[in-house]
């Protein structure tokens, strides 16, 4: 390690029993589609029969090697220190001290991405089947505000993000907003004086936080927030009072489009107390 990371944290490793469901999955899924492909080739009743049967055993193939791919990829094991990070995937070792690191970014969970790029029956089975692994990992529930695929963005361009899932992201959140909180004297008496940057697409400037949207500015005074939302289109609501006096929201961005969330919801909770 270049830095001392500190006291190690926690280590968190992929649940076996999230592989095997995904790998039991695609198994189900060869077997399915596969038996149908070969119902439809040995006993067509139409020529289109025997192209729905060749078709269908491609998907059978295809699908079984996308899921067994993905089964391997997501295993990895996270330790978290108190500065820093070592995710361990692939076959590669990533160290990142919290220095190194521009930012944490939140992801959809790996069933929803999994479904946006499948369609008709097939993805409605592949997400069936991506869901029940997930449904054993997916911290959402127990973590009101959190979507916990988090990926790491490196100070250095040239190096890639790495993705840290389920209860790993979590706790690396949650180590490295404390610690940008202590490393930027981040208090409730002084938010207004500073200026952090989440993202691309979104400032807080001395009290104020500016939307960067391709259509203009948003603007938005911290102490006009009444709530902040994750939605299960995974956008980040802010809600305030309008120029009528309803309560609405005032500001809509994607999650993919912010870093830093947890320090976004934090600072958001020094606010409101």
Known sequence: MKYSFGNQQVVRETKKSTVRWIRVGAIAFLLLFGLLGAFFILDPLTPEDTVMGFVSLGMAVVMFIVLLVFSNKICSEVIVYDEGVVVKKGGKEHQFHFNEIAGLRDFPSASTLIAAGAYGVAGAIITGVVSAAAGNTDDAKRRKHRIRNISIVPNDIYLGEVSVANTGGNELSLNYTEWLIKQKSITKENINSLTLSFGDHLELNQGTLIYKHRRGDI???????????????????????????????????????????????????????
Request: glycine residues 6%; negative net charge; charged residues 20%.
């Open 219 to 273: 603007s938005l005074a911290l102490t006009d927030i009444t709530d902040l939302n994750v939605g299960e289109h995974h956008n980040l609501s802010f809600f305030g009072l309008n120029d009528k006096g309803e309560i609405k929201c005032l500001i809509d961005i994607r999650i993919v489009q912010i870093m830093n969330i947890d320090l976004l919801f934090s600072i958001y909770n020094m606010m409101a107390v």
